[in-house]
């Protein structure tokens, strides 16, 4: 018998491996448009922005088509580069790259839609910043799922063991619909047929179908985020019920009866404040803008229900201002929400011209009539003061000219003409809060919601602020709530004074002052002669219901009470002071120089009325000291220097640091549980995958046995066709012979090119030869087999013998097994497989995972100031850094033992010897450091919260993701010298890739091992993880160089970041400042500003420094600072902020810097309490900046803490940081 291989077609290699890499790196490449669109949106959610666009006419449909635009607009941009690429470096040369290009433009496009529907979940960005991470990964993981399936020939291409429905299903994740596509595109491109328009209904899983399911992605991302934002409940939304599309009403919208006189809506007040409701005439009824009937809002909290509303019913007039007054927590921005739509009420009726905002379809129409300034400034920092205002008009209807006319008129009132153009986030905080209130007027609505408009806003702009609302009021209805009384008193036309819920009292100023006034205040100023006990027995003569309010140096106060002027016997008071003995008044008598009459004030009907509720528990002890006789202040105490340690401080910020983290409500699962299960369920997958069959076992060699590869994969799962290839004549022997073997096997006879009729697998040839020695035919025997079916020969072998043997007989007579033993095998190929990738992959994104975005808590502490307030307070640089990485560090190292636990207990191939343990525990634990200072370092490239959440962990996962892939796939084509060279320059510059490169390196010198040695599951020696051609030593090691420095670079961008001089960073001295611009701002000095400058100057000279010294201080914004050497170019940009300020203030004096808002206030104060740098001059000379903080304490306008904090926490960390 002889041999013959069947021929082969041109070989093409198996891409599976290549196609898992290529797949994974387009998501991850793609999927950062994710992070950056769900937290943006989030943000805007988070902010108000979007509730209150919406509240004032913004469409849904129109909001999610401008983000799908405009984002739509940058991914396009993207998806041409890089298809420009793919034609430039024929990546697909047999394709057609349109094809490719129309697959990544629908790609990209429900990456769009997948954003709006994911943050339809979150409320917090800093929960939403997390999701993208998770989600790649466990793409992943179902992606590498799927990959397990999958064979290919050079034939077929790609074939899938999962069932095609499964697939289809599957592709509803546009990710896989997409990775499935570059498969069948790169596989059918190797095989030479490539992708194009006649192509895509080849193969198992045809192109069309995930590129029709990505389009189909897209359309039900979006239809899902519609349905779910109006389904989810949040804080600033109303959601309604689920099935809310399956109502008639949806789509049959009823007519609203628009007449406010329905007597269904007649106003009904409780018993108890009835009186205290002022009545108004009737021809007021046509005049009610909003009409408010027994409503009640009620919130359930886990211990509680608080009722925010409580059955509050009143009337709202047109060309009147309605102010809602009432302490902190009483109920007011929870009615002005229900007014607005963002809250449904429990009960009741609120009508708006007719609409009741109960019925959620009044809602579209409501939000043509309503303009809204809430808490927050609702405005968007990369706008200029216009392009806010035109956002906002436009969301009215109205035309471009229109829009021009009302924003120049607006911009007017509001006094911001200079900073039309100007971006909103560089406005002062007044500014931007007048800002809020033209965008809550601007197109004209009929209802304007005010929630405390003049917060923050200085006294000149609060008057015109005034005016511009008494201006407005004309044809429309406003709402305003506010703490200021005077504001209160002099602006609204009636005032609601609402207490836990309950509406106390509602009316004018004067029918309030009336009803809860305390009377006149008698105001008396004493001579040194005066004596207040006299005066107070005098006044206890006249009337014994005369108080004694207040006393306060020479100033005398009492309250004469509301009855005594009803009564008429308020002349008789002041006659009794006026009244002569012996040409002396009694006035003069008591030693009463002068003395005045005042009203009562709304502040006294508030505290008031205060005083009436059984809200008294907080405020008990300051009401008895408010009616307490005030005597003169106390004496100054001396100052105490405090001797403090640094071990007290930074324990102190160490607790609030550690219950910052524990008290997050998603900590725990994202930091702690979620890798592990990831993890887990990756190490499960992976112990699956291409798992060798080490048992050396007896296979019986029959049918079945060819249909297998070398590899032990199947083949085929049909049965293979034995083939008799028959160039003879027609003879009777052969043709007994192949008609016996058909009786076993399924049989193709032929006598053609044996490739035309491919693929079989075994095979005979059968001939006559002529012997010329013996002068007769013989007929002779080839086995033709295919190698690729390992058993083809000795099962053709086994087959022609049986056949031969029972030749015209019984096969079930005589049969003749044939076994194949393989011998044992003595070692494992070294190469970079499946599986090797997605053990890398895996256990590495897992540990980046973990330390990924710490420094974005950095960027939020200075953004909100906290490091400001810190430092003052007197906690260095070094302990805040000190109790951050601790917690930080601390908080990583818990799921990253917990993932070392999981990696021994799985027994890990490659991962499992001694040494490959120990540079595992190494790897992980310093990388687990370096990655959080490089976090920490990053930190420093964003100025805000929301910007370095959503961009700062898509920096991170790509410096690690796109090194990784090129060492791996370098490696995988035996480029070793290259593979490691990328390996030793990535891990210098890119620190957060190093454990992907270290732990890929630790797996090589375990299978190179077995390998060179020619064993199998023996562990290399500790000794060989540590050469330095292996790799491993390396990664270590500049892994602990990253470590060591950067803590010296985060000091020094500490410095710049404080100081604002990048030099004093570097140990260099400043470059002196330009004064030039403080020549230009010069004015005229008051006299008594130039003696405040000469007493400031004579006590510098002697040395003689009161509490707090400021000589001739200066800042400068915009100044640059040039590390090596001063620029020629003339700076632009610059602002003076403060020019040339001298005063000192001593021991037991306040000292009040007043000022419109940008005057520089907060500059001047920022700069003596040391959170900013000083240009030019001096605070407090020959004290150190160290000694200065110890002594000052620091109450910023901002609130610089920790949310998830609480009270009793977060008070006892600065009492530690004082207190000895």
């Given at each position: ?71 739509y607009f940058f991914t396009t941009c993207v998806v041409v580069i890089s298809t420009i690429i793919i034609v430039a470096i024929n990546v697909l040369p047999n394709s057609n790259v349109f094809l490719f290009f129309l697959a990544l433009m629908f790609f990209t496009l429900t990456l769009i839609t997948l954003s709006f529907l994911l943050s339809t979940f979150f409320k917090k960005s800093q929960t939403a910043m997390t999701l993208p991470a998770f989600y790649v990964f466990m793409v992943t993981l179902i992606y590498l799922a799927i990959g397990l399936t999958r064979t290919y020939s050079a034939s077929t291409g790609l074939v899938y063991t999962t069932p095609k429905w499964a697939m289809v299903l599957l592709c509803l994740v546009s990710p896989i619909a997409f990775a499935l596509y570059v498969d069948n595109t790169i596989s059918m491109d190797l095989s030479g047929v490539g992708m194009n328009f006649s192509t895509m209904q080849d193969g198992y899983f045809p192109n069309y179908i995930p590129m029709l399911m990505l389009l189909l992605d897209a359309v039900l991302y979006y239809f899902l985020s519609v349905y779910l934002e109006k389904v989810i409940s949040g804080d600033f939304k109303r959601s309604i019920h689920p099935c809310f599309c399956l109502f008639p009403s949806y789509w049959r919208k009823s007519k609203i009866k628009s007449g406010i006189d329905n007597p269904n809506f007649d106003i009904e007040f409780n018993a108890d404040i009835k009186d205290n409701v002022e009545k108004v005439p009737q021809e007021f009824d046509s005049k009610v803008g909003i009409r408010i009937m027994r409503l009640l809002k009620s919130f359930k909290t886990t211990k509680e229900t608080i009722t925010a509303v409580d059955n509050i019913s009143l009337n709202m007039y047109e060309d009147e201002i309605t102010c809602l007054l009432g302490h902190n927590g009483a109920g007011k921005t929870t009615l002005i929400n229900i007014l607005t739509g963002f809250l ?877």
């Amino acid at each position: 018998m002889m041999t013959q291989r069947m021929p082969k077609v041109v070989f093409h290699q198996n891409p599976t491996t290549i196609l898992s890499i290529t797949s994974i790196y387009f998501i991850v490449a793609f999927l950062s448009f994710i992070n950056s669109l769900c937290t943006h949106l989030v943000v805007e959610k988070e902010k108000k922005i979007r509730p209150t666009m919406q509240a004032m006419g913004l469409q849904e449909t129109a909001f999610w088509l401008s983000w799908a635009i405009v984002q739509y607009f940058f991914t396009t941009c993207v998806v041409v580069i890089s298809t420009i690429i793919i034609v430039a470096i024929n990546v697909l040369p047999n394709s057609n790259v349109f094809l490719f290009f129309l697959a990544l433009m629908f790609f990209t496009l429900t990456l769009i839609t997948l954003s709006f529907l994911l943050s339809t979940f979150f409320k917090k960005s800093q929960t939403a910043m997390t999701l993208p991470a998770f989600y790649v990964f466990m793409v992943t993981l179902i992606y590498l799922a799927i990959g397990l399936t999958r064979t290919y020939s050079a034939s077929t291409g790609l074939v899938y063991t999962t069932p095609k429905w499964a697939m289809v299903l599957l592709c509803l994740v546009s990710p896989i619909a997409f990775a499935l596509y570059v498969d069948n595109t790169i596989s059918m491109d190797l095989s030479g047929v490539g992708m194009n328009f006649s192509t895509m209904q080849d193969g198992y899983f045809p192109n069309y179908i995930p590129m029709l399911m990505l389009l189909l992605d897209a359309v039900l991302y979006y239809f899902l985020s519609v349905y779910l934002e109006k389904v989810i409940s949040g804080d600033f939304k109303r959601s309604i019920h689920p099935c809310f599309c399956l109502f008639p009403s949806y789509w049959r919208k009823s007519k609203i009866k628009s007449g406010i006189d329905n007597p269904n809506f007649d106003i009904e007040f409780n018993a108890d404040i009835k009186d205290n409701v002022e009545k108004v005439p009737q021809e007021f009824d046509s005049k009610v803008g909003i009409r408010i009937m027994r409503l009640l809002k009620s919130f359930k909290t886990t211990k509680e229900t608080i009722t925010a509303v409580d059955n509050i019913s009143l009337n709202m007039y047109e060309d009147e201002i309605t102010c809602l007054l009432g302490h902190n927590g009483a109920g007011k921005t929870t009615l002005i929400n229900i007014l607005t739509g963002f809250l449904k009420p429990d009960s009741g009726h609120a009508m708006i011209y007719g609409y009741d905002v109960a019925n959620a379809g009044n809602l579209e129409q409501l939000k043509t009539m309503i303009g809204l300034c809430p808490q927050e400034n609702i405005i968007h920092d990369q706008l200029t003061c216009k392009e806010n205002l035109r956002a906002f008009a436009a969301l009215k209807g109205f035309s471009a000219e229109e829009i021009e006319d009302e924003i120049d008129s607006l911009l007017k009132d509001l006094n911001l003409t200079e900073k039309a153009d100007v971006f909103s986030k560089n406005l002062s905080g007044g500014q931007k809060r007048k800002l809020s209130v033209g965008m809550a007027f601007i197109g004209k609505p009929k209802v304007v919601f005010l929630d405390e408009p003049t917060a923050g806003v200085d006294p000149l702009s609060r008057r015109n602020m005034w005016e511009l609302l008494k201006k407005y009021k004309k044809n429309h209805c406003i709402l305003l709530t506010t703490h200021f009384m005077d504001e209160a008193d002099i602006l609204s036309d009636r005032k609601a004074i609402i207490s836990k819920g309950k509406l106390q009292c509602y009316g004018s100023s004067l029918f309030l002052k009336y009803n809860y006034g305390i009377g006149y205040h008698l105001n008396l100023l004493t001579n040194s002669d005066g004596d207040v006990g006299r005066i107070q027995q005098h006044m206890d003569n006249l009337n014994a219901s005369i108080k004694l309010k207040r006393t306060h140096g020479s100033e005398v106060a009492f309250v004469i009470p509301q009855k005594q002027i009803d009564q008429n016997r308020f002349p008789d008071i002041l006659r009794s002071l006026e009244e002569k003995e012996n040409d002396v008044t009694k006035a003069e008598n008591l030693g009463i120089k002068s003395y005045g009459v005042s009203m009562t004030t709304l502040e006294d009907v508030f505290f008031q009325i205060g005083q009436e509720e059984t809200v008294k528990e907080s405020t008990d002890e300051l009401n008895d000291d408010e009616n307490a006789p005030m005597t003169n202040a106390a004496p100054v105490p001396e100052v105490t220097y405090l001797n403090n340690t640094s071990y007290q401080k930074y324990t102190a910020l160490f607790k609030v640091f550690f219950f910052n983290h524990i008290r997050h409500p998603m900590f725990v699962i994202f930091g702690i549980v979620l890798p592990n299960i990831l993890v887990l369920a990756s190490l499960l997958i992976n112990k699956y995958m291409d798992a060798d069959n080490d048992e050396n076992i007896p296979v019986q060699l029959d049918i079945t046995s060819l249909l297998y590869d070398y590899a032990g994969k199947a083949l085929s799962a049909a049965k293979p066709q034995f083939l008799i290839y028959n160039t003879t004549t027609a003879d009777a022997g052969i043709n007994n012979v192949t008609a016996d073997i058909a009786k076993v096997l399924s049989v193709n006879r032929t006598n053609v090119d044996l490739l035309t009729v491919a693929p079989h697998y075994i095979g005979s040839n059968f001939y006559w030869h002529s012997n010329q020695t013996l002068q007769t035919n013989q007929l002779v025997h080839t086995a033709i087999f295919n190698s690729t079916a390992v058993h083809a020969i000795p099962t053709i072998a086994n087959y022609i013998t049986n056949t031969l043997m029972n030749l015209g007989g019984n096969f079930s007579v005589f049969n003749i097994s044939t076994n194949n033993w393989p011998w044992p095998k003595l070692r494992k190929t070294a190469t970079v497989s499946g599986k090797t990738f997605a053990t890398v992959y895996t256990l590495s994104f897992a540990f980046l995972f973990i330390s990924n975005g710490v420094g974005i808590q950095a960027v939020k502490d200075y953004e909100f100031h906290l490091r400001s307030q810190l430092r003052v307070s007197g906690v260095s640089n070094t302990i805040y850094w000190a109790a951050k990485r601790t917690i930080d560090l601390g908080n990583a190292l818990i799921p990253v033992i917990f993932l070392l636990i999981i990696i021994l207990a799985f027994q890990v191939e490659n991962l499992n010897s001694a040494g490959s343990i120990l540079c595992l525990v190494l790897m992980c634990f310093i990388y687990t450091a370096c990655n959080e200072q490089f976090s920490y370092l990053l930190s420093y490239a964003f100025t805000s919260f929301e910007s370095c959440q959503s961009v700062s962990p898509n920096i991170s996962t790509t410096i690690a993701l796109l090194p990784s892939y090129a060492v791996l796939i370098l490696y995988m084509f035996q480029y070793v010298t290259a593979s490691k060279a990328i390996h030793y320059v990535c891990s210098i510059f890119f620190p957060p890739y190093i454990i992907f490169g270290g732990i890929f390196f630790i797996v090589m010198v375990q299978m190179n091992y077995n390998h060179i040695n020619k064993t199998i599951d023996v562990a290399a020696p500790v000794e060989d993880f540590f050469k330095w051609d292996n790799m491993v030593l390396y990664s270590i090691l500049i892994t602990l160089f990253h470590v060591i420095w950067m803590p010296f670079l985060i000091n020094a961008l500490d410095i710049w970041k404080a100081t604002g001089k990048l030099r004093l960073a570097f140990g260099l001295k400043p470059l002196p400042v330009s004064y030039d611009a403080l020549k230009d701002q010069t004015v005229e000095e008051n006299e008594d500003v130039l003696v405040e400058r000469q007493r400031v100057d004579n006590l510098v000279k002697k040395k003689e420094f009161p509490m707090a010294t400021v000589q001739k201080i200066s800042k400068i914004f915009g100044q640059p600072d040039h590390v090596c050497f001063k620029s020629k170019k003339a700076p632009k940009n610059m602002k003076v902020a403060v020019n040339d300020v001298s005063f000192c203030v001593k021991g037991g004096e306040v000292l009040g810097l007043l000022g419109p808002n940008g005057a520089g206030k907060t500059t001047c104060i920022s700069m003596m309490s040391g959170e900013l740098g000083i240009d030019k001059g001096k605070v407090s000379k020959n004290l150190s900046l160290s000694l200065t903080i110890f002594l000052i304490t620091y109450l910023p306008t901002y609130l610089p803490t920790y949310l998830p904090t609480y009270l009793p926490t977060y008070l006892p960390t600065y009492l530690t940081i004082y207190l000895p």
